[in-house]
């Protein structure tokens, strides 16, 4: 029964975990035209979450997680902070596209930034955000919004960063502006291709976590694939070719008088030395693989599912993914 039970519990984590929408997004740390709302309130930093929430949140695009993208970057083969990714953006291309598999970059910059304390806490905020090819790195399309908010009393001052900012005025201010921007990039990207999962195979029939609500209709059609993981990891001689990347230290050790050997360690301008994370490392070179399975049209819709049949539900298992099938 406890198997059973985490079986059931695994499943469900896998079906929320995957998203079913194909363009994926990926943010970077802002600049800003005044350094003192950096040192003051962390813009540089927390206002890219509160657009990666605002994003999320029209349920049209896979939006990398921002905390994800500061950590995998630390176990990268180059001694850069995070934030310099901005301003090297072949760097910051090669490492998404690597990592995250992304469609675009999103820069960043705060224009305004100031909160008017007294009787009330009123903010005025103002962004520009810029859409960029993540391959050919050409700015597609930038948005500049304004956002502004008033608090009927005054409240405590928070970071960007803190979870807490989300309840000041500079934080709904924040909200607003980046809502109607996450918005103008949705209507810009127009409607992505909608990609969903096999939930069940029952008695010959498919059962996708697609529905009316996303628009499926009885006799549309849908391709089935296989999701495979591939760790192709180069070879210890190969990593630099590839990624043109050539200061990564080796520092020598000896456990004994027999065993030598070298270990990859990293190091900054000021001499700290610290020993690459493998598992973070490693992730770089996990590729998604998707074998193409079979077809299957819609003959059931209902609001939060469908049901497909396929002359060849047999090969077809769970945590398969669906895409809709391309007119020819």
């Not at 493998?278 to 059931?300: G, H, P, T």
């Not at 060849?312 to 398969?320: R, T, V």
């Amino acid at each position: 029964m406890f198997f059973l039970r985490s079986k059931i519990v695994l499943a469900i984590i896998l079906i929320y975990s995957i998203n079913i929408y194909s363009i994926t997004l990926t943010i970077l740390p802002f600049t800003s035209e005044n350094e003192e709302w950096i040192n003051e309130y962390k813009v540089d930093d927390g206002i890219p979450r509160v657009l990666q929430d605002s994003l999320i949140n029209t349920k049209m695009f896979n939006v990398t997680d921002y905390d994800l993208l500061v950590s995998y970057f630390s176990s990268y083969d180059i001694v850069l902070s995070y934030k310099s990714l901005v301003t090297n953006l072949q760097i910051a291309s090669d490492f998404i596209k690597e990592t995250f598999n992304s469609d675009y970059i999103i820069t960043g910059e705060v224009l305004d930034f100031n909160l008017k304390k007294g009787g009330k806490d009123a903010a005025n905020v103002k962004f520009r955000v810029n859409l960029l090819d993540i391959n050919s790195l050409k700015t597609i399309k930038s948005f500049t919004d304004t956002g502004t908010y008033t608090l009927p009393n005054n409240s405590q001052v928070y970071s960007a960063e803190d979870a807490l900012f989300s309840e000041t005025a500079l934080g709904r201010a924040s909200a607003i502006a980046l809502n109607k921007t996450a918005l103008s990039i949705s209507d810009f990207l127009g409607n992505p291709p909608l990609t969903g999962i096999i939930t069940r195979v029952e008695n010959n029939q498919i059962y996708i976590n697609l529905g009316t609500k996303n628009n499926i209709e009885k006799g549309d059609e849908f391709n089935i694939y296989k999701i495979e993981k591939i760790l192709e990891m180069p070879n210890s001689n190969q990593i630099n070719i590839i990624t043109n990347i050539s200061n990564s230290p080796k520092i020598f050790t000896q456990t004994n008088q027999i065993n030598r050997s070298y270990m990859s360690v990293r190091t900054n301008e000021k001499g700290d030395v610290w020993y690459t994370s493998e598992m973070l490392y490693k992730y770089r070179y996990y590729k998604n693989v998707e074998n193409f399975i079979a077809s299957a049209k819609v003959v059931e819709t209902y609001n939060n599912f469908a049901i497909l049949e396929s002359e060849y539900y047999d090969k077809i298992e769970p945590m398969m993914i669906v895409k809709v099938k391309d007119e020819e």
